[in-house]
């Protein structure tokens, strides 16, 4: 091995392959046959690309009518629509799309190095350790191992990122209009993605290129367009009270705002740091640890992560804009922001490792300055032991199958009733819509709704159940099919409140109910 090291040229040559190598390891070692659709979000990317594959354009076809959908942008979808073509086979081409994440992680691994060692400057070793760290490691697993497109985003995210520093640094028209388009199809992936294109605009406003600035904007703008133009003519199409699961991100944030005013938007931020605090604590494993220490662990993390963005702003201006604004959304986002912080885990680890190595790389001649030093080196080292027994901790743990383990187990006696029980046309309500779908074919609707207020607040049991009188209004339901206490507290408040429902029976986890009007034996 140190043969293959030997020299610079080298090390710059393998290093990136080495990392992608190590990162793909890392997801596929983890993926497990679970049913997709366990994240809800995995499942629904699935009914898109199977819509788009089979010509019947971008619709939720699990859904009654089968809308067209707005909620989550087509790139993914599309990705995975050209691999349902080439392998048309349900389940089985599932393992095909997990292993395309690993394979997109790989990519990421070597974009994320090339990034590092260019804009960021960074030597090859702190390069390279940074990508392994926070590229091989559980919170990327977590996002990788289900069909999510979280890694297609972050393969996309440091090219994206490279074009919107070259911009900024050239000031050239063309350049500037690659940056924006670039920045506009990153949007197509992940709505969040957008904030490259006024990251990059703001450096070139504050550098006085005009031009350039603007026709950022405007290439970022032509390309976003048609999505935003599609979710406006069909956002519609999904009742009101299912905005938040298949409707526009813009309309469920804004009802929340409207109903709560700034007020709630204000406490949704504290509530939200608090929960990235809490995250914190999580990732460094000092959850155990007495509050006063924690609080102490929370500063010291915080500076690390404050000297490395200021860092990165100073040698790449625009990525250290998405990073700010990225996460000033996701702290007004009304939902937990670890979902979002971990699509972008290795761009966040960098403005670490830049601390790190800016206190390894320095050399300070006073004596007070050199303990200093060795301070920065002994808190970097127990950061670094803390984030690694947190990583062992997951993989010991199984955290990536938990949750997927959790809703399959309870899915599964579900589905297999509903595709022994039930004719091929029913409309089933229940917790698992996309899943049922997926595995039974038939259309399926959530049993609840999901409102900006959940993050914070849980629904009330009067709630719950005049929300799927809701639904059960909207829709010509045929069987109700609760497998959580959720679902069953709702079903319970209709049959006790107004007698629409009624128990039809029982199974392994969870109730069957059915429409009083549709009081037939199941």
Same mark, same amino acid.
Request: positive net charge; contains cysteine; charged residues 15%.
């Given at each position: 091995?140190?043969?293959?090291?030997?020299?610079?040229?080298?090390?710059?040559?393998?290093?990136?392959?080495?990392? %992608?190598?190590?990162?793909?390891?890392?997801?596929?070692?983890?993926?497990?046959?679970?049913? +997709?659709?366990?994240?809800?979000?995995?499942?629904?990317?699935?009914?898109?690309?199977?819509?788009?594959?089979?010509?019947?354009?971008?619709?939720?076809?699990?859904?009654?009518?089968?809308?067209?959908?707005?909620?989550?942008?087509?790139?993914?979808?599309?990705?995975?629509?050209?691999?349902?073509?080439?392998?048309?086979?349900?389940?089985?081409?599932?393992?095909?799309?997990?292993?395309?994440?690993?394979?997109?992680?790989?990519?990421?691994?070597?974009?994320?190095?090339?990034?590092?060692?260019?804009?960021?400057?960074?030597?090859?070793?702190?390069?390279?350790?940074?990508? %392994?760290?926070?590229?091989?490691?559980?919170?990327?697993?977590?996002?990788?191992?289900?069909?999510?497109?979280?890694? &297609?985003?972050?393969?996309?995210?440091?090219?994206?990122?490279?074009?919107?520093?070259?911009?900024?640094?050239?000031?050239?028209?063309?350049?500037? +209009?690659?940056?924006?388009?670039?920045?506009?199809? @990153?949007?197509?992936?992940?709505?969040?993605?957008?904030?490259?294109?006024?990251?990059?605009?703001?450096?070139?406003?504050? #550098?006085?290129?005009?031009?350039?600035?603007?026709?950022?904007?405007?290439?970022?703008?032509?390309?976003?367009?048609?999505?935003?133009?599609? +979710?406006?003519?069909?956002?519609?199409?999904?009742?009101?009270?299912?905005?938040?699961?298949?409707?526009?991100?813009?309309?469920?944030?804004?009802?929340?705002?409207?109903?709560?005013?700034?007020?709630?938007?204000?406490? @949704?931020?504290?509530?939200?740091? #608090?929960?990235?605090?809490?995250?914190?604590?999580?990732?460094?494993?000092?959850?155990? *640890?007495?509050?006063?220490?924690?609080?102490?662990?929370? *500063?010291?993390?915080?500076?690390?992560?404050?000297?490395?963005?200021?860092?990165? !702003?100073?040698?790449?201006?625009?990525?250290?804009?998405?990073?700010?604004?990225?996460?000033? !959304?996701?702290?007004?986002?009304?939902?937990?922001?670890?979902?979002?912080?971990?699509? +972008?885990?290795? @761009? !966040? $680890?960098?403005?670490?490792?830049?601390?790190?190595?800016?206190?390894?790389?320095?050399?300070?001649?006073?004596?007070?300055?050199?303990?200093?030093?060795?301070?920065?080196?002994?808190?970097?080292?127990?950061?670094?032991?803390?984030?690694?027994?947190?990583?062992? #901790?997951?993989?010991?743990?199984?955290?990536?199958?938990?949750?997927?383990?959790?809703? %399959?187990?309870?899915?599964?006696?579900?589905?297999?009733?509903?595709?022994?029980?039930?004719?091929?046309?029913?409309?089933?309500?229940?917790?698992?819509?996309?899943?049922?779908?997926?595995?039974?074919?038939? #259309?399926?609707?959530?049993?609840?709704? *999901?409102?900006?207020?959940?993050?914070?607040?849980?629904?009330?049991?009067?709630?719950?159940?005049?929300?799927?009188?809701?639904?059960?209004?909207?829709?010509?339901?045929?069987?109700?099919?609760?497998?959580?206490?959720?679902?069953?507290?709702?079903?319970? $408040?209709?049959?006790?409140?107004?007698?629409?429902?009624? *128990?039809?029976?029982?199974?392994?986890?969870?109730?069957?109910? &059915?429409?009083?009007?549709?009081?037939?034996?199941?």
């Amino acid at each position: 091995m140190n043969s293959l090291f030997r020299s610079d040229e080298q090390r710059e040559r393998l290093l990136p392959f080495v990392l %992608a190598a190590l990162s793909m390891a890392a997801v596929v070692m983890f993926i497990e046959p679970f049913p +997709v659709g366990v994240f809800q979000d995995d499942g629904v990317y699935t009914v898109l690309a199977k819509s788009l594959a089979t010509g019947q354009g971008y619709r939720y076809l699990h859904l009654p009518d089968a809308p067209n959908a707005t909620h989550f942008p087509p790139a993914y979808p599309l990705f995975l629509a050209g691999l349902w073509k080439l392998f048309p086979s349900f389940p089985a081409n599932i393992t095909l799309f997990k292993f395309a994440n690993a394979a997109f992680i790989g990519l990421s691994a070597i974009l994320a190095w090339r990034f590092a060692r260019g804009p960021l400057q960074m030597g090859q070793w702190a390069a390279a350790i940074t990508v %392994a760290v926070f590229t091989a490691c559980a919170p990327v697993v977590l996002m990788s191992v289900m069909v999510m497109s979280e890694p &297609l985003f972050l393969a996309a995210l440091f090219p994206v990122l490279m074009a919107g520093e070259r911009a900024a640094k050239t000031g050239n028209v063309r350049d500037a +209009v690659i940056a924006g388009a670039a920045g506009g199809a @990153l949007s197509l992936i992940r709505t969040l993605g957008a904030v490259a294109i006024p990251a990059t605009a703001l450096v070139l406003l504050w #550098r006085r290129r005009w031009l350039a600035a603007f026709c950022v904007c405007v290439a970022g703008l032509l390309v976003m367009a048609p999505w935003q133009l599609w +979710v406006s003519a069909h956002d519609a199409e999904v009742p009101a009270i299912f905005l938040g699961k298949y409707g526009s991100y813009s309309g469920w944030l804004f009802g929340g705002i409207r109903e709560g005013g700034i007020e709630w938007l204000a406490t @949704l931020g504290w509530f939200n740091l #608090r929960l990235f605090v809490g995250g914190g604590w999580d990732t460094l494993s000092v959850d155990s *640890f007495p509050v006063p220490l924690r609080f102490v662990v929370t *500063f010291v993390a915080t500076g690390f992560f404050a000297t490395g963005w200021w860092l990165m !702003l100073r040698r790449a201006p625009v990525a250290a804009l998405v990073v700010a604004a990225y996460l000033t !959304l996701v702290v007004l986002w009304p939902f937990p922001p670890q979902r979002f912080t971990f699509g +972008v885990w290795p @761009l !966040l $680890g960098m403005c670490f490792g830049l601390t790190v190595e800016s206190i390894l790389r320095w050399k300070p001649q006073a004596r007070a300055y050199v303990t200093l030093r060795w301070v920065g080196v002994g808190l970097a080292a127990l950061l670094m032991i803390g984030y690694a027994r947190s990583n062992y #901790r997951s993989v010991s743990r199984g955290w990536w199958t938990q949750v997927q383990g959790y809703v %399959a187990d309870r899915a599964k006696p579900a589905m297999a009733w509903v595709a022994a029980n039930t004719p091929e046309d029913a409309v089933i309500v229940t917790e698992d819509d996309v899943m049922i779908h997926l595995y039974t074919g038939r #259309r399926a609707v959530p049993i609840g709704t *999901f409102t900006p207020q959940d993050h914070m607040s849980k629904q009330t049991a009067e709630f719950a159940t005049e929300a799927l009188r809701s639904i059960l209004r909207s829709y010509d339901v045929d069987y109700v099919v609760a497998t959580t206490p959720f679902g069953a507290q709702a079903a319970q $408040g209709l049959i006790r409140g107004s007698a629409e429902l009624r *128990f039809a029976g029982v199974l392994e986890l969870g109730a069957i109910y &059915l429409p009083v009007a549709r009081a037939g034996t199941p």
